[in-house]
């Protein structure tokens, strides 16, 4: 084979001045594309360290990274489900249900089939959330391919049943709850506290997980079979199915994967708010599709990355503070957001038309 | 002839550079009223930019273009794809522009749909004015079917009659043919020179030199974005086109087959789909090229799809040397070393993924999904495969979408040669890429078959059949009808036996 290989390659030098096969400017052509949202986000920066003297300092950095984790581990999980072309609605709800769940059983005795359990301990309770939000993923998964049950309406679907169980397991209270005016029905463990607001070394440990979670992540698209099949699956379906990619598999694993983070994300939520409650980091699932945006993925499917993402939930968590710190009001807030969403997309939209990427 | 024929178009000195590509050079063009003018080059020659250019889809960087009026030629400054149906001018693109989910009728008419006095749509009119225009053309496609369920010939049809609503004086048509069956092919021809007759100027992109003589009056070749001459279809053969297209002298399309095989690689046994085959027996050996040729429908790419997993409900036995095997899933074809070249040349890459990824996702179903894989090999690999199939232009991190079709089309190769396939299935490889690029298919297909690959090859082309094949299979409704050894058969004993 490699003998015939050199007779065809020799021919066609003979009959042809064929170019070297090389690299283009196409890397440096995507960190342009990813600069945009980097400039946006050290032009909003600088914006506010003049505006006011509030936002450039340790304390208030720290806290943009304890609230932006949130978000980023959730977008992160929803970078992979939209580069696969699919949308996970569920993400918020899957959080608020891993999270109660554990909550839970981490503060109280429950009863379940007659067999008392609990309080248990930290590790048990974060394996039982990270397994909730497993199961609710892999379910999603199921709906989708084997269901075959458009992404938005079977995410839809569990949201609202997610939700709904959240709310039967707490009884629709937050946990742990108020015994009386001041006597607390159980603590949270301190381990779970720190995760949401402890720090190491005046670094937020929230913000080290999402930035952690980047980086495996973004390992994990470049450098596993995997990772490639869900740029494939999400770029063209139908030239991953004839290459033996398994779709189904594929997505199932992406939802999972979602799932997980998703669990992730309400356990960090808890610890930071030191209570778990049913209907917690409502809004959060349309933050991290729009963090997921504006760091420059596809809706479509097949185009996006990691570093892009969490530089849109930078950018919108330095947003919301930001507005917060200048005393803009929380109604406000929210066009003021809205605005940017769409003001973010709509300058990528005509940034790729124009340098026809 | 020429002298009392008055000009419809004429385009001058046009100029347009794409990043990093010259895709027209100062290229003159002009089109007389009643003449087949037929555009002729390679991929990404520049033939499809022109027309892009003509229709205002793409804007040019300099150049001028007069369009023929009543009084005689008039220049127009700007056309946009909205003013190009005022001015006269239909075309039919490559790419289908129809809506899969409306019917055949509501196609024709996107837009313009019939209506009673009452300002609703006349249903009754439309479906028989549809019908009509579809007898006009000589196809029978029902006007109600919707348009998703039709074949690519089909669609083909419909947007034909579709551009042919607006009574164009200046149609386009880029490559038509590609898609079709010989017989839908002369229908189409038939119907080509009664427009002509009727004063239509018509532009005819092609790759194929055969249908010039048949079907054109002049003929321009392009190539690498220059006008490399114009000339009546009288005065060149297919020998002198070739040069011109290509830039060399192809002494040989056709590689020589050695004809050389071993043991029986595949084993089809009484193979049945629903709808499409119907008992379906052979048997092909190792380092054999088994053609197999059938009229649009007759159950070929279904064959050529079961084998590679796309079409589970298949009944019947699969032996793969000797071992039966059930094929209900791509991989499972794959894992086998079975590798499919799609019809549709679309469905075979991921368009935002570069090339390196593209010619190893065959290799991602084989093992686990959670495994590292080896980038640095990839582009090796990669490189080699770029440099020996000459892939144009041989930039490793491009995204794929940039690449002409016969680029593509290698791509797609690539992905089964670097996988140690046993078995390749080619679903009319050839369809839609230059002559360049279709004799560098066949000595690859020649070059498989002598390491030993078996290969079974779809094709709508007859000549490639009887050229490259050492027996070939003749599917009729389903069933094989004929089988004809090497050298036995001519085009005629194939069309007889598929029809």
């Given amino acids: ?357 | 002839m020429a002298e009392e024929k008055r000009p419809l178009l004429r385009m001058e000195q046009i100029d347009k550079r794409f990043p990093g590509v010259h895709a027209l050079d100062h290229v003159d063009f002009d089109l007389y009223e009643g003449e087949v003018h037929i555009l002729l080059g390679e991929n990404g020659a520049g033939k499809s930019t022109l027309v892009k250019i003509l229709s205002g889809a793409v804007p040019r960087d300099g150049g001028r273009i007069w369009i023929g009026d009543h009084e005689g030629l008039v220049e127009v400054a700007d056309i946009t794809p909205e003013r190009t149906r005022a001015l006269g001018i239909g075309m039919v693109y490559q790419e289908l522009s129809l809506v899969p989910t409306l019917s055949v009728a509501e196609n024709i008419f996107l837009g313009r749909l019939p209506r009673t006095r009452w300002g609703t749509v006349d249903w009754a009119q439309t479906y028989h004015r549809a019908w009509q225009r579809l007898q006009d053309l000589g196809v029978s496609i029902n006007p109600r079917a919707q348009v998703r369920e039709l074949s690519v010939a089909e669609q083909q049809l419909t947007e034909i009659a579709r551009v042919l609503e607006s009574h164009p004086r200046i149609l386009v048509l880029d490559e038509p043919t590609s898609a079709l069956s010989d017989t839908e092919r002369t229908r189409l021809f038939e119907l080509i020179r009664r427009l002509r007759d009727r004063g239509v100027g018509i532009i005819y992109i092609s790759h194929r030199l055969a249908e010039v003589p048949l079907i054109g009056d002049r003929v321009t070749v392009l190539r690498d974005g220059k006008r490399i001459a114009t000339l009546p279809v009288t005065e060149v053969d297919e020998d002198r086109l070739i040069q011109m297209v290509v830039g060399r002298k192809l002494t040989e399309q056709y590689p020589r087959r050695s004809g050389a095989r071993g043991e029986v690689i595949l084993r089809v046994e009484n193979l049945s789909l629903p709808g499409a085959l119907r008992g379906v027996s052979f048997e092909l050996h190792q380092g054999e090229i088994l053609g197999v040729f059938g009229l649009m429908g007759a159950g070929q790419n279904e064959l050529a799809r079961t084998l590679c997993g796309l079409e589970p409900r298949y009944t019947g036995r699969i032996l793969i040397s000797g071992q039966p095997l059930t094929i209900r899933q791509p991989w499972h074809a794959i894992r086998q070393g079975i590798g499919l070249l799609p019809r549709d040349r679309r469905d075979g890459l991921v368009p935002l993924l570069p090339i390196p990824p593209n010619i190893t996702l065959g290799q991602l179903c084989l093992g686990n999904p959670l495994r590292i894989l080896n980038l640095r090999q990839e582009m090796l690999i990669a490189s080699e495969y770029v440099e020996r199939l000459r892939i144009q232009p041989p930039i490793l991190n491009r995204p794929v979408l940039y690449l002409s079709g016969g680029n593509q089309q290698k791509v797609t190769l690539a992905r089964w040669l670097c996988s140690n396939v046993r078995l390749l299935v080619l679903d009319d490889p050839t369809r839609g890429i230059d002559v360049g690029a279709k004799a560098e298919v066949f000595a690859l297909m020649e070059e498989l078959s002598q390491q030993g690959v078996g290969i079974l090859f779809v094709s709508s082309e007859m000549e490639e059949l009887l050229a490259m094949a050492d027996r070939i299979l003749v599917l009729r409704q389903g069933q094989i009808s004929a089988e004809y050894q090497r050298g036995e058969a001519t085009e005629e004993d194939l069309l007889r036996s598929a029809s």
Avoid: C
């Fill in chain 1, 1 to 357: 084979m490699k003998k015939k290989a050199t007779s065809l390659k020799q021919q066609s030098v003979a009959s042809f001045a064929t170019a070297r096969p090389r690299l283009g400017l196409e890397t440096l052509r995507q960190w342009a594309v990813q600069m945009g949202a980097l400039l946006a986000l050290f032009l909003l920066a600088g914006y506010l360290s003049l505006a006011t003297p509030h936002f450039l300092t340790a304390g208030n950095i720290a806290n943009v990274a304890r609230q932006t984790a949130v978000t980023t581990i959730l977008a992160a999980g929803q970078t992979f489900v939209i580069l696969s072309a699919g949308i996970d609605l569920s993400v918020a709800a899957t959080a608020g249900l891993s999270a109660s769940v554990a909550a839970v059983l981490m503060t109280s005795q429950v009863q379940i089939l007659g067999v008392p359990i609990g309080p248990v301990p930290f590790g048990v309770g974060m394996v039982i959330a990270l397994m909730v939000g497993l199961l609710v993923g892999f379910l999603n998964g199921l709906i989708i391919t084997k269901g075959r049950i458009p992404d938005f309406i079977a995410t839809l679907g569990t949201l609202t049943t997610m939700r709904g169980i959240a709310l039967l397991v707490t009884g629709g209270l937050p946990v742990p709850s108020h015994l009386t005016a001041i006597e607390l029905k159980g603590y949270l463990p301190p381990a779970l506290i720190w995760l949401g607001a402890g720090d190491i070394f005046g670094i937020p440990v929230a913000g080290l997980i999402a930035v952690g979670v980047i980086i495996l992540g973004w390992l994990i698209l470049r450098y596993t079979a995997f990772g490639r099949a869900v740029y494939a699956v999400g770029g063209n379906r139908e030239a991953a199915r004839v290459s033996g990619i398994n779709i189904d598999r594929t997505k199932i694993m992406v939802y999972m994967l979602s799932g997980l983070l998703a669990a992730l994300a309400g356990m960090v939520l808890t610890g930071r708010l030191n209570s778990a409650n049913a209907l917690m980091g409502d809004g959060e699932e349309l933050r991290s599709i729009a963090a997921t945006v504006i760091g420059g993925a596809n809706l479509f499917g097949g185009e996006g990355s990691l570093f892009g993402t969490l530089i849109g939930a930078l950018i919108m968590g330095v947003l919301g503070n930001g507005l917060n710190l200048l005393n803009v009001s929380a109604f406000w807030q929210r066009v003021i957001q809205g605005l940017v969403i769409v003001g973010v997309v709509l300058f990528d939209q005509w940034r790729r038309r124009r340098f026809g990427a």
